[in-house]
Nanobody
Framework: QVQLQESGPGLVKPSQTLSLVCTVS??????????YAWIRQAPGKGLEWIGY???????YYSPSFKTRTFLFRDTSKNEVTLRLESLTPEDAAVYYC???????????WGQGTQVTVSA
């Protein structure tokens, strides 16, 4: 059974950089059958794709995040990290890590981590 756990700071100041870690257990993040996506949900809004990193290590970024987002992984720790730069209050949301299949289905979700952006 695959389990995902997000972790990171709950409060970030405007203009700073957010780093969130998704720790995966139950399978290797280097498998070629899945990837790991970051998705967020702001208050009162729908789910918003940020990007994903595949089992090969290649990454995809949603156009609206492409210029300030980096995804990378630590295979020794089986972790995927989201780095989001130049935060504004509009980036406040619950951030989720999800296990992604090739048909774009999310099969497993982390519990989510709340991020607040405030001075």
């Amino acid at each position: 059974q695959v389990q995902l756990q997000e972790s990171g700071p709950g409060l970030v100041k405007p203009s700073q950089t957010l780093s969130l870690v998704c720790t995966v257990s139950g399978e290797s993040i280097t498998g070629d059958y899945s990837g790991y996506a970051w998705i967020r949900q702001a208050p009162g809004k729908g789910l918003e794709w940020i990007g994903y990193i595949g089992g090969s290590g290649s990454s995809y970024y949603s156009p609206s995040f492409k210029t300030r987002t980096f995804l990378f992984r630590d295979t020794s720790k089986n972790e995927v990290t989201l780095r989001l730069e130049s935060l504004t209050p509009e980036d406040a949301a619950v951030y989720y890590c999800g296990r992604l299949l090739s048909d774009w289905r999310i099969t497993d979700w982390g519990q989510g981590t709340q991020v607040t952006v405030s001075a």
